[in-house]
């Protein structure tokens, strides 16, 4: 019995041997190293601490003061950091051909450039939980949100993720985010642009794409959707502004879908929920959906009713 066990697992071994040879995408065995998922995602993790010093301590560095506790988790993110951006540089055009110490070299130069980017990657974190703790009176202290809010966790990576995108860095980026979306439910593109004061309210299924815009004091509510029209174009639409631009001060509430890289939402506009956009907003208009309806079902000894719910605030855009 033993033995009939042993040739079905070589014959099994066989079929799947000859299947990795049929030349697919899936099949290729390439030849220099893979990126580690785990290792971006530590880097990640001890540059939340880095960011947030006094919450985010690693329990394994024993060390009391500051000094020395940020220079153990920077030595360990630039070591790892130049070591996963040459991996992941040969994922870039520019650097198919290019030697080790070409790649090693540039590596370094981009870990020390985005390291010197963290002091304006803080400034625009402590607005962000400012904007949390201004715009949310379900929030009882900044500590809360710091430690607990999914939307200023989002915001976080991509801050940091953002920086490695304009750095031309392949691959880390998208990790990191993704990581973030697979945490929160919120999934924004790294090379998406985030505006000062930005806040998320709860957060569970927003997406923001990869060419969107936002400027300062935007707040967006959960189900938000900041895409594209199509992407039937596929690859053909790479570096086309295909997301849509949201101004200063704007208003987004849950469920709305904004539409288009040509779609401007004009400064101080708020978007009612459930809103279908798909074309540009003129400055401090109000949106909601044109004539909702609420349908009562009730028992056989009541008659059906309908009621129409109208909006008579003059100051509302209509769609």
């Known amino acids: 019995m033993p033995h009939k066990l042993e040739e079905r697992i070589h014959g099994m071994l066989d079929?799947?041997?000859?299947?990795?040879?049929?030349?697919?995408?899936?099949?290729?065995?390439?030849?220099?190293?893979?990126?580690?998922?785990?290792?971006?995602?530590?880097?990640?993790?001890?540059?939340?601490?880095?960011?947030?010093?006094?919450y985010f301590r690693n329990e394994t560095y024993r060390v009391y003061t500051m000094r020395n506790q940020i220079s153990m988790l920077l030595e360990d993110v630039i070591y790892n950091l130049i070591r996963q951006i040459s991996?992941?540089?040969?994922?870039?055009?520019?650097?198919?051909?290019?030697?080790?110490?070409?790649?090693?070299?540039r590596a370094e130069e981009i870990t020390f450039a985005f390291i010197a980017r963290i002091p304006e990657i803080r400034a625009y974190v402590e607005m962000d939980v400012q904007a949390a703790f201004d715009g949310d009176p379900a929030a009882y202290s900044k500590d809360e949100i710091i430690y607990s809010?999914?939307?200023q966790f989002a915001i976080l990576v991509s801050r940091i993720a953002h920086q490695l995108y304009l750095l031309g860095v392949p691959l880390i980026p998208r990790i990191m985010t993704e990581y973030a979306?697979?945490?929160?439910?919120?999934?924004?593109?790294?090379?998406?642009?985030?505006g000062r004061y930005f806040f998320i309210d709860h957060g569970t299924g927003i997406v923001i794409g990869e060419t969107t815009e936002i400027g300062d004091n935007v707040k967006v509510y959960q189900g938000v959707t900041l895409g594209a029209l199509s992407t039937r174009g596929?690859?053909?639409?790479?570096?086309?502004?295909?997301?849509?631009?949201?101004?200063?001060?704007?208003?987004?509430?849950?469920?709305?879908?904004i539409l288009g890289g040509e779609t401007v939402i004009g400064q101080g506009a708020v978007i009612g929920a459930?809103?279908?956009?798909?074309?540009?907003?003129?400055?401090?208009?109000?949106?909601?959906?044109?004539?909702?309806?609420?349908?009562?079902?009730?028992?056989?000894?009541?008659?059906?009713?309908t009621t129409e719910l109208k909006n008579d605030n003059s100051w509302f855009y209509v769609i």
């Open 87 to 105: 991996i992941c540089l040969v994922y870039s055009p520019d650097y198919e051909d290019a030697s080790p110490e070409i790649i090693s070299a």
């Open 15 to 54: 079929i799947m041997l000859e299947d990795y040879g049929r030349g697919r995408t899936i099949d290729a065995s390439v030849t220099f190293d893979h990126p580690s998922k785990d290792t971006v995602i530590e880097i990640l993790m001890k540059l939340r601490s880095v960011i947030f010093p006094g």
């Open 181 to 194: 979306h697979s945490q929160t439910g919120i999934d924004i593109h790294p090379g998406a642009t985030l």
């Open 149 to 151: 809010y999914p939307g």
């Open 234 to 257: 596929g690859q053909l639409l790479k570096s086309k502004k295909r997301h849509p631009t949201i101004c200063d001060n704007v208003t987004i509430y849950s469920g709305a879908s």
């Open 274 to 305: 459930n809103a279908f956009i798909t074309s540009s907003i003129p400055e401090g208009a109000r949106v909601s959906i044109k004539n909702q309806e609420l349908h009562y079902k009730y028992p056989s000894q009541h008659k059906a009713e």
